[in-house]
T-cell receptor, first 114, second 114 residues
């Protein structure tokens, strides 16, 4: 168990809908990352928050947004969902340490858009 | 744009054999990660390599980094069935430490047969 908690584990929704994925980082970790894993795109970095502020942006669609709250949990909001958004969404957290950062991944939320 | 290429993408091998997975990346980075993923599961951190010539070993797995060649290898010695999984290498997108997202290779799907 990495200590990173994601809810829900599974989510099935219809096209055009909006969903929210939740992530609680490891105790003491200030950084939260969101990744998408799909068969055709592989593992892609979406966005990173550090202590409530957006820190880095990857291949995140405009229909997607995220935020990190004062208690450091994070939410990833996916709207106007399309079939192609079906994927495994991972959250990871890290504490900056020296010259590198090791990220620990949650169990993921499997999103199915029908 | 940072690109990370792994090969092979699929590897079937027999127990007791040795093999190497290769990871090439396109731009300078100061950190290279190896992760393991079992089917439908999260990513487990195996190694973090931070400097040229770094070598780390854990059990039957050994990882090395050549920053000049922009190449990392994951060597499997005397493979056992329990090592069957998908192995990903990932490269830090930034440099000089600090937290940011990772760019992943497509993964090497490893099957070890008795």
């Amino acid at each position: 168990d990495s200590g990173v908690t994601q809810t829900p584990k599974h989510l099935i929704t219809a096209t055009g809908q909006r969903v929210t994925l939740r992530c609680s980082p490891r105790s003491g970790d200030l950084s939260v990352y969101w990744y998408q894993q799909s068969l055709d795109q592989g593992l892609q970095f979406l966005i990173q928050y550090y202590n409530g502020e957006e820190r880095a942006k990857g291949n995140i669609l405009e229909r997607f947004s995220a935020q990190q709250f004062p208690d450091l949990h994070s939410e990833l909001n996916l709207s106007s969902l399309e079939l192609g958004d079906s994927a495994l969404y991972f959250c990871a957290s890290s504490v900056e340490s020296g010259g590198y950062t090791e990220a620990f991944f949650g169990q993921g939320t499997r999103l199915t858009v029908v | 744009e940072l690109k990370v290429e792994q090969n092979p993408l699929f590897l079937s091998m027999q127990e007791g054999k040795n093999y190497t997975i290769y990871c090439n990346y396109s731009t300078t980075s100061d950190r290279l990660y190896w992760y393991r993923q079992d089917p439908g599961k999260s990513l487990e951190s195996l190694f973090v390599l931070l400097s040229n010539g770094a070598v780390k070993q854990e059990g039957r797995l050994m990882a090395s980094l050549d920053t000049k060649a922009r190449l990392s290898t994951l060597h499997i010695t005397a493979a056992v069935h329990d090592l069957s999984a998908t192995y990903f290498c990932a490269v830090g997108r930034g440099s000089g430490g600090g937290a940011d997202g990772l760019t992943f290779g497509k993964g090497t799907h490893l099957i070890i047969q008795p």
